[in-house]
């Protein structure tokens, strides 16, 4: 199984970028899709989760401004994130689970950077 997230940078205070969790070895369809950030000395955190039904979730942090959306042709899921702010800094990982995992699939991060 791999996740492969990419799309961070460095964006200036109340711009926007999309991340991408591109999944192989796995459905996305058939899983909860989540993302979570984690920051220097911090724990990581959730912001956003799409089950397999469809339902979503989000950190009451991100409620507004980010969208996380699924593409099951593309077996990939995105993090659409606006009016970004500095405390959105972080590394994001994407994470794939469902019932019947003892522990989740991680990928590996993507940074992302808002300059104030």
């Known amino acids: 199984v791999q996740l492969q997230a990419s799309g961070g940078g460095l964006v200036q205070d109340g711009g926007a970028l999309r991340l991408s969790c591109a999944a192989s070895g796995i459905m996305v369809s058939s899983h909860y899709m989540y993302w979570d950030r984690q920051t220097p000395g911090k724990q990581r955190e959730f912001v956003a989760r799409?089950?397999?039904?469809?339902?979503?979730d989000y950190a009451d942090s991100v409620k507004g401004r980010f969208t996380i959306s699924r593409d099951n042709t593309k077996n990939s899921v995105y993090l659409q994130m606006n009016s970004l702010k500095s405390e959105d800094t972080a590394v994001y990982y994407c994470r794939a689970w469902t019932p019947a995992y003892s522990v989740p699939y991680w990928g590996q991060g993507t940074l992302v950077t808002v300059s104030s």
């Open positions: 799409i089950a397999p039904g469809g339902s979503i």
